[in-house]
């Protein structure tokens, strides 16, 4: 099946830093999401990328879809306490009907005030 | 406007048993997957329900099962409960329409003793 392989797997950073996260996959995927999850809570939608090169900005969050869709990653300016949490990849497949997320294994964000 | 809601949040079960968890999804969605989580495996795709209809399946065995009711309101169920059961799982839901974006809700703990 699909896998994405997310790096790095965790980081440690001082506050106002910038952050570089990504995920490759070995199969192409029609979308890219990017969430974060806090403890004990679901993940939220940070941003979604529906086109090959698509750069997107939320905020101090940017993100871009690989051109070869293969890939795709998250910055994240200026980080802050609160952005600590862990930050997810998901291929979007839509192939047919169907729609399924195929997700990495997660970026652990720690952020030192 | 409402998010995706999931019943019960927290539960314990002993080997063996079944559970049975809700979902209501966002008013207007129409379709509701299922996945779970797990700090060894991640987010893994359990089944997508649309229209009341399985639309989409993971690679996992036939004592998970789901349904959608004609409000798209879902319910999944594990049968014979495993020690290996025991995770998050997180439903989420959209419109259902490819590229359509996914929202999850905060999730059910399940703890298999």
């Known amino acids: 099946g699909q896998q994405l392989n997310q790096s790095p797997q965790s980081m440690f950073i001082q506050e106002g830093e910038d952050v570089s996260m990504n995920c490759t996959s070995s199969s192409i995927f029609n979308t890219w999401l990017w969430y974060k999850q806090d403890p004990g809570e679901g993940p939220v939608l940070l941003i979604a990328?529906?086109?090959?090169?698509e750069l997107t900005s939320n905020g101090r969050l940017t993100a871009q879809f690989g051109i070869t869709r293969k890939d795709s990653f998250l910055n994240i300016s200026a980080s802050i306490p609160s952005d600590v949490g862990i930050y997810f990849c998901a291929g979007g497949d839509s192939g047919g009907s169907n729609y399924k997320l195929t997700f990495g294994k997660g970026t652990l964000l720690t952020v030192n005030p | 406007k409402a998010g995706v809601t999931q019943t019960p949040r927290y539960l314990i079960k002993t080997r063996g048993q079944q559970v049975t968890l809700s979902c209501s999804p966002i008013?207007?969605?129409?379709?509701v997957s299922w996945y779970q989580q797990t700090p060894g495996q991640g987010l893994q795709f359990l089944f997508e329900y649309f229209s009341e209809t399985q639309r989409n399946k993971g690679n996992f065995p036939g004592r998970f099962s789901g349904r959608q009711f004609s409000n798209s309101r879902s319910e999944m169920n594990v049968s014979t409960l495993e020690l290996g059961d025991s995770a998050l799982y997180l439903c989420a839901s959209s419109l259902g329409d490819v590229g359509n974006t996914i929202y999850f809700g905060e999730g059910s703990w399940l703890t298999v003793v």
């Open positions: 990328l529906y086109k090959a090169g």
């Open positions: 008013s207007g969605h129409r379709s």
